[in-house]
């Protein structure tokens, strides 16, 4: 179903040791090659941006079957909403440019000097046209410590829990690039035993380690789309900051779920790694008790292994602090199930929507992917490197969170998603 590259072979381009970025890797971005100038696609390989929309422009990509201009745009759309062989031809394509010993783009100095970009002097947009956002619930343990913390032990997993991948519509107009500041949300909370709410800035802003996938093409409404199909309908995944303030979250969310906790902002970083990278990081995903209607039954439940960490800078520390590390193959849920039960109701997903994964917690304190649980909700505040503490984000920290695959001496990786917390805005009155 999905070509595999040879990842031992090398690029002409210097990619340096542990760089997330190897030949084999190939994720899509939107960038400018200098502030100011206009967005357009690129691949980045070791600390370059390789410029699609020049490579495109001198017919090198012409076997690949792209309409005129696919990569000049300053959305990945056009190209993710191609059919998966259009766009697997052009991964091809642009991997056989790249390699050591093919002249093209080598022994072209004037369009390498234009094409190939040092990563340090590119600004970074958001990839994709979002069209709309869903965020899922699909980690056991996340759910189990969350329920826990506010139900008990005994009625920790809600009743559908195991039998559907939960979920909420989000806001796709907050989502944002890594990089950009996330102002302090405001809103109404219930302090423990007063009577009633007040309104001001969130006090428990927290975080969420997620990862996200973007769909490729368009179901139409009324059509939905097999388990066992969906993975066509996947372009490729990034790594997700999904913000929250706890303290909203509790007071308004009964009965319809999520708000305004979840709307200021949801950070993702900004290379989109395809399906087709990730394969030979591809492992099985646990097995499920009870097993799913059948709908929801897969031939075969993958996943992939993706070693995530979430990083803590906070303004007076000596330095960031590690604060958790997961994985992505915990979840219990599959993206492929993920879609097939968004879909199930004939819902139409299109080309640049967001599903994102939920909070992504493992089996240990080290690996929880909320600020809710590693300080479980306050109680055990984490230490700063020189000093001080936290319980939820201050004003003027940063969160950075990287994904990265290893297996058989290759390694790639996602970069990063990174935002810093600046002071609450109040609403005038
Ligand atoms: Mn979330």
Redesign the pocket.
């Known amino acids: 179903m999905h070509a595999i590259l040879d990842p031992a072979v090398k690029s002409f381009v210097p990619v340096p040791d542990g760089s997330h970025f190897p030949l084999y890797n190939l994720p899509y971005g939107i960038f400018s090659p200098a502030a100011g100038e206009s967005p357009r696609a690129g691949v980045r390989i070791g600390d370059h941006v390789l410029d699609l929309s020049l490579v495109e422009d001198a017919g090198l990509l012409d076997g690949a079957g792209l309409p005129r201009g696919t990569f000049s745009q300053p959305w990945l759309n056009r190209f993710m909403e191609l059919p998966a062989e259009n766009r697997r031809l052009a991964r091809i394509l642009i991997h056989g440019l790249l390699r050591q010993e093919e002249p093209t783009l080598r022994d072209n100095a004037g369009l390498r000097r234009r094409a190939l970009v040092p990563v340090d002097e590119v600004v970074m947009h958001l990839p994709v046209m979002i069209r709309d956002y869903t ?3 699909s980690s056991r343990e996340h759910a189990t410590n969350v329920g826990i913390m506010f139900r008990g032990k005994e009625n920790a997993l809600m009743p559908n829990w195991l039998h559907l991948p939960v979920g909420y519509h ?1 806001r796709a107009s907050s989502v944002v690039v890594s990089g950009t500041d996330i102002v302090r949300p405001c809103g109404q909370t219930i302090a423990p035993d007063a009577e009633a709410p007040s309104f001001g800035p969130s006090r428990l802003l927290d975080i ?1 380690l ?1 990862m996200g996938f973007l769909v490729a093409g368009e179901n139409a409404l009324g059509a939905p789309v097999p388990v066992d199909e969906a993975w066509d309908r996947i372009f490729g995944m990034v790594v ?1 900051n ?1 913000w ?1 303030a706890r303290d909203i979250q509790k007071w308004e969310y009964q009965p319809l779920g ?1 708000f305004n906790a ?1 709307n200021f902002a ?1 950070s993702i970083s900004p290379w989109i790694v395809t399906i087709d990278a990730l394969m030979p990081f591809a492992c099985a995903a646990p097995a499920q008790d009870p097993e799913p209607l059948p709908y929801l039954r897969e031939k075969e439940r993958r996943t992939f292994d993706i070693a995530l960490t979430v990083d803590l800078e906070a303004p007076e520390a000596d330095g960031p602090v590690t604060i958790c590390e997961s994985n992505f193959r915990y979840l219990y849920w599959t993206m492929a199930q993920q879609l097939a039960h968004h879909t199930c109701t004939g819902c139409n997903l299109g080309t640049g929507d967001l599903l ?4 992504i917690s493992g089996p240990d304190k080290g690996s929880f992917g909320s600020l809710l649980e590693i300080t479980w909700r306050g109680s055990e505040p984490i230490a700063l490197p020189g000093g001080g503490q936290r319980k939820f984000l201050a004003d003027g920290d940063r969160v950075t969170m990287s994904g990265v695959c290893a297996k058989d001496g290759l390694r790639l990786g996602f970069g990063e998603v990174t935002g810093r917390i600046l002071p609450a805005v109040e609403p005038g009155q």
């Open positions: 965020d899922f619930y989000g969420e997620e997700v999904d929250s999520p979840k949801t994102a994964s939920g909070t």
